[in-house]
């Protein structure tokens, strides 16, 4: 009963994982015009590292150079996509391009 109940529980927590090795962060710009890009890998069914790359960015919302308040990510290829996290942004571009 208790290998069941440990098959289980790597299980759950396995699904939710993200796979994706994150090559660069940067966030370019002053002032008003601010934006952050992050490029990540994605990883192959079997667990090796993709040669495909997600580029994500979002933007600054900014009034009077006060940067407080950030956009949704977006994937690059597909903008019309939003996302909370570059996480969440990353996970479905790989999953777009049948990887993990």
């Keep these: 009963m ?3 109940f440990v098959f289980l ?3 759950l927590i396995c699904r939710n994982t993200f796979a994706y090795q994150k090559i660069s962060s940067n966030e370019f ?3 008003d015009a601010r934006n952050q890009n992050i490029v990540v890998k994605c990883t192959t069914p079997t667990g090796g590292i ?3 790359k997600c580029a994500l960015r979002r933007y ?3 009034i009077n150079n006060n940067c407080t308040t950030w956009g949704a990510w977006r994937d690059l290829r597909n903008t019309t996509s939003n996302y909370q996290t570059w996480q969440d942004a990353a ?3 790989c999953r777009k391009k049948g990887l993990r």
């Design 2 to 4: 208790k290998k069941i």
């Design 9 to 11: 529980f790597a299980l």
């Design 29 to 31: 710009g002053v002032g």
């Design 50 to 52: 993709s040669d495909e």
């Design 60 to 62: 600054a919302k900014c």
């Design 91 to 93: 996970n479905a571009c």
